[in-house]
């Protein structure tokens, strides 16, 4: 297991009585190290933030070579439906591949708003 500071196996909720939420997604072969100061930052301006680690991430590599895209999918899906349970308007950040599947989730419910980002 990694012990890098930037390394996270945590998943994180904040603001949760808010009805405005944001669900944020991590790239491929990351945690949610990658997005946890936005999900803090976006609470702070008075939404529900979301952010959970992939299957397959979080863990070890061999877990992350193991996972199939198919788990991503229907994860992601599973949990933006509890989302929607609790507010009233939605919007999906996704970063690298997270960002393919916040474009997958505005294909299967009506998102209030997609932020599909990367790096170079």
Not at 52 to 62: K, Q, R, S, V
Request: aromatic share 12%; glycine share 10%; hydrophobic share 35%.
């Amino acid at each position: 297991m990694n012990t890098s500071n930037k390394f996270d196996v945590n998943n994180y909720q904040f603001n949760k009585e808010s009805r405005n939420g944001v669900y944020i997604i991590h790239g491929f072969t990351n945690t949610t190290y990658e997005v946890k100061e936005l999900a803090i930052y976006l609470s702070k301006q008075g939404f529900y933030t979301r952010a959970d680690n992939l299957p397959g991430h979080g863990t070890t590599i061999e877990d992350c070579n193991s996972t199939k895209y198919t788990e991503w999918l229907t994860f992601v899906e599973q949990n933006i439906a509890k989302l929607y349970t609790n507010c009233d308007k939605v919007i999906v950040i996704g970063v690298s591949m997270g960002g393919v599947l916040a474009l997958h989730l505005g294909t299967v419910f009506p998102l209030d708003g997609i932020i599909s980002a990367s790096g170079i």
